[in-house]
């Protein structure tokens, strides 16, 4: 026999054979979106790197045992795949633990199965049949290697992974530590990595909430209403009873494009109007407070008043906690709740996430009818995006709580020429460059938003805020902003830079106009359900509403720094707020703030880390 001469171990055989069949798998089962060559070559290789990885272990064995055990982790390797090609094309999206343990996802999936399994589905078995076959005796590929033999094959893994872990950081920078996307994830090292990965995520957030206790909660419960003015009740209070909610979260959107001119044409115009209108109320000192999880992280905030976490998203991190999040609380009180949002519905965890947090419906990408005509960038663009939404707006029983996430504005900020109204700028940094035209794309959506909300009825029944969800020039391009804005960008000024348009626009409202109180993303839940006239007395958040006088302190970011109506501190050093001069003598002024920041910082992370609101009843009156 031809192999037998050559004497290929099986377990080489086997890493190709199963990892190329993983690859046609990937490639052309599911439905990966492939952007550049580096990720077609990653998606090529993660799969034959992970097969070596886990069937080079058999050089330790005894050779009978070796045969065993590369037949059996073939099979189960390929019922592994199997399972989550079957999950996939039902829910577009990858088998998570808590998942499996979710009752109405198995539900789903035994309904539809008979429509889930594919005749080429059995080419999957075909890889296994072969090695069963060459595992057989007679072909004799198993090996016994020397002491040394056994290591340098041991050692090849570890180059293997080392390379597959190098290629993926390159394509996705930070891509563990961000835990983006399910999809990016399984692209970059492969479905059986990623299960190993999410089983050490979830071991890790269990953990943290088994050595949870309850008396935790009732400090935190102390702490918060010792420094609240909860009697207080604003003059807006109700102001928007029984009114729809559309709160619109704009992606990438940061203060410094208002009022911006590109070559004398103004960046926004028709937010820079309605900023300025009676029925609108603008914050202007108003603070994304995200951390890692960008655009998850700031709807995780508006949800909750609660905090990102510093490391990871809780997206992704604790997606099972209990909340007592926005949509739970407007559904009790006779709210309908949606989410409008042309992404892929597994991205950030959102399908998992808006279920946990109350959202009764989420339009993901699948259910926007996206052609080539109509996308750029990250996908369907914002015009057809809102146009599109329209219709399923007004199916939405009254009254109802919509949120509506905007993409085209994201990083890197490109647009086709013939859809761009205004110039690019003219810097070193080409996204800075870019973002202007894009922004003013997004501007242009959200007038034509406006205008069909009008058309459709629905507007003078409702209230829309306007969110940036954190910003989109980071500190990499501070020369270019520097030269932008005419100055410096300081650690002080960068602070600055992370303020983000915060709108109420009220139809009918005659009393609204520019508000200067320093508030963040913390401070939405408080300010909507107030506007709402919703009492939620025993609800547990680190903000306030924004329209009572004086009962905020400070607003903090995820890395410490925060501001307050005198001061900015960043870095270790305290600012005056209006001139943005270092106070040296006077950095004792930030002192008190600065330590009850840690701690309101800390109380939120308890309370994520060891879900401690499962201790806790948001019903009863106290
Ligand atoms: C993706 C969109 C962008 O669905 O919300 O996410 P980001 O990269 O901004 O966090
Ligand atoms: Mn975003």
Redo the contacts with the bound molecule.
Sequence with gaps: MQLNKLRIPLFVIVSILFGLKTYIVYRFMFDLSIENALQEFILFFNPIASAYLVFAISVWLKPKNQMKYIRWTAFIGSVVLYINLVFYRNFTDFITIPVLFQGNNAADLTSSILTLIHVEDLLLILDVVVIWVLSKKKFDLSVSFSKSGKIAATAVTFLLLAGNVALAEMERPMLFVRAFDREYLVKNIGVYNYHVYDAMMQTKTKAQRVFADSSEISEIENYIQENADTDKKSELFGIAEDKNMIFVSI??FQNFLLDSKINGEETTPFLNDLKERQDTIWFKNFYHQTAQ????DSEFIVENSLYPLGRGAVYFTNAQNEYNALPEILNKHGYTSSVF?A??KS??N?DVMYENVGYDKFYGEQSYNVTEENSFG?GLEDKAFFSQSIDELKQQEEPFYSKF?T?TH??PFEIPEEKASIDKYDSGSETLNNYFQTARYTDEALKQFFQQLKESGIYKDSIIVLMG??YGISEFHNNAMGEFLNKEITPYEHIQLQRVPFMIHIPGYENGGIREEVVGQIDVKPTLLSLLGIEAENDLSFGVDMFVEGSKKFTALRDGSFITEKYVYTEGTCYDRETGEPLESENEACKPTKKQVEKELSYSDKIIYGDLFRFYDFTDEK
Excluded at 293 to 296: A, D, H
């Design positions: 992606e990438s999880g960008k655009t998850s949002h992404n892929n991205f950030w959102r990250w996430i993409l994201h990083f969800d954190h």
